[in-house]
Every structure is written in C-alpha cells, then in structure tokens.
C-alpha cells in the first residue's frame, strides 16, 4: 500500500519532528552551558582548562541558537494580519536592512509598481520572508551580481503548476526576488524546501531558511513559484491573494501610520 503525503503534510511532520527534537536538546543544553559557567567561576582565568571551558560553553551556547531557529520553525507561528502595501514595506526594507546584508559587490534594484494592490500579511513575516531569500541570493553570488526585487498586480485566468505547487487563478500581488546567481541544480530544485536541506557548509547553512519562507507564505494564504537555470540564476516568486473586503482598515492604516510618498 502506497501512502502519498502532500509536501505540505511532510513539511508538518518534518516540523513536528524537529520541534521535539530542539526541545529536549534545550533543556541538555541549558545544562551543558550551566555547569560550564559553575566550572568557570570555580576555577578562575588562571586555571589551565579555563579556556578549554569556555570553548564549550561558548559552542553550547552556539547550538541554543540554532534550536532557537528550529523552534521558531517549528511552533505553530501566530500571524497578525494586516492590510499592508508591500510596496512600502519592500522600499522600507530595501533602504535599511537589505543594503547593508548585501553589501557592495552586490547591485539592488527595486521596481515597484504603481497602485499595487492590498494585501493582508503579517508584516514582520513578510519581512522575514524577504530577507530569508536576500540571504540565500547574496550567497549564490560569491562574484557580485544583481539582486531584483519586483513587485507587480496580476490577474491569473487559468492555474500555474511548477512542482508540488498549484496556483489556483484568481487576483494577486506577485513579488518577484530574483538573482543573477550560481542557480539551482535540477536535481535539487524539489528539495530545497525541506527543513535541513542545504548545500551550504556546516556552520554557514542550516537549511531552514526556504522552509521557513514557505511555511510563512502558505499560511498567509499564498503560493511560491521557483525558476531557476544554473549558471544564470533563480527567481522565487511570492504570489499572496489580493485583499478585498476591508478596505476601510487599509485606509485607517495608511493615514495613521505611512507617510504616504509614492
Ligand atoms: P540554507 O540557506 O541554510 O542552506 P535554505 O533552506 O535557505 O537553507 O536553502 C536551502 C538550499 O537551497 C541552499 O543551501 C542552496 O543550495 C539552495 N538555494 C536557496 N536559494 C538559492 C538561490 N537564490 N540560488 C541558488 N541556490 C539557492
């Protein structure tokens, strides 16, 4: 008998799995980093083994970070929706944070469409989507490159299917994050989003980035398209629902909190 799991089934698992994992790796690193501190101040800089100690108090201490990670994936996150302009988010964004995580080998363009539509995300969510893939981008150009950020309205009349996922047609926002990068490995490309799946060294990737993003983007209703060539680069693609039926909170939202420049 032959069980099919949806990828979105085998992410929850996968998560599940990790979330019990992290969690009793916690509690015996709470320990770890415990006694290393009841070591040090017993002994004293002087001692001989204090550095040895503090070594690994300090990979202890590096570990607690990354169950951090795996925890946040893991935990049934809790949304706070709300009507945003991604357009304003992303020049937000792109001002601040991403320059200074790309630096200076590494072009940013950001084209923005006009009067793109609303929709309802959590914002820090969405920022965190964001600068998953700009890490990722930054990482698949070594040599410099160009990272495009795009957004744009888009009106599906009949459904996308790429892979596992299926865009029903309907009305979106799409934002488009696209690098002149390394590109994706055919053979790699349905794994990618699988927690701890990584091509990276050990240290430098934990492969939970792409599973965060998707985990993020699903549960804000949307859809996440891949297009990638080796050698020329990758595009990921955030399809999110344009909302409709509560435009009187976005029109409360920009006139309390954006300064409304275009
Ligand atoms: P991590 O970045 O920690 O490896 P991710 O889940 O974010 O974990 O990514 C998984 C893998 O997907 C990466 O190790 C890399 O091989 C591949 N990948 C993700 N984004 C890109 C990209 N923009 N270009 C090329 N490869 C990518």
Redesign the pocket.
Known sequence: LEVQFTQSQKMQAIGQLAGGVAHDFNNLLTAMIGFSDLLLTRHGPDDPSFADVMQIRNNALRATGLVRHLLAFSRKQTLKPQMIDLSEVLAELSNTLLDRLLGPTIDLQFEHSRDLWPVRADKGQFEQVII??A???R???PGGGTLTVRTANRSLGEAIQRGHEVVPPGEYVVVD?M?T?????KE?ME??????????DVG??????????YGIVHQTGGFLLLD?APGE??V?SIYLPRARDDAPALDRYRAGTTSGTG
């Open positions: 998953n893939l890490v990722n981008a990482d698949a150009m994050v690098d990068g390394v590109g994706i490995a790699n794994r990618i989003f699988e927690p701890f799946f990584t091509t990276k430098e990737g934990t492969g939970l980035g792409l599973s965060t993003v990638s680069g990758t990921f």
